[in-house]
């Protein structure tokens, strides 16, 4: 899994394949999903995924969401 992260700008992230897994629930192949600046997530996957993210300027630690 990736580090809780807060978002200091918006993050594209389109799954091409495999499942990824947010606070938000699970992504199939073909979600696309779009994290607004101060949005903070620690995705994971379980089975794998093929992802395309695109993140406008970097991110910052974050404590976990709860």
Request: proline share 12%.
């Amino acid at each position: 899994p990736a580090a809780p992260h807060r978002h200091t700008s918006y993050e594209i992230i389109l799954v091409l394949d495999g499942e990824l897994i947010t606070e938000d629930g699970r992504h199939p192949k073909n979600s696309l999903l779009v994290m607004a600046p101060g949005s903070v997530h620690a995705p994971r996957t379980e089975q794998g995924a093929l992802m395309l993210v695109v993140w406008e300027a970097p991110v910052e630690p974050a404590e976990p969401v709860k």
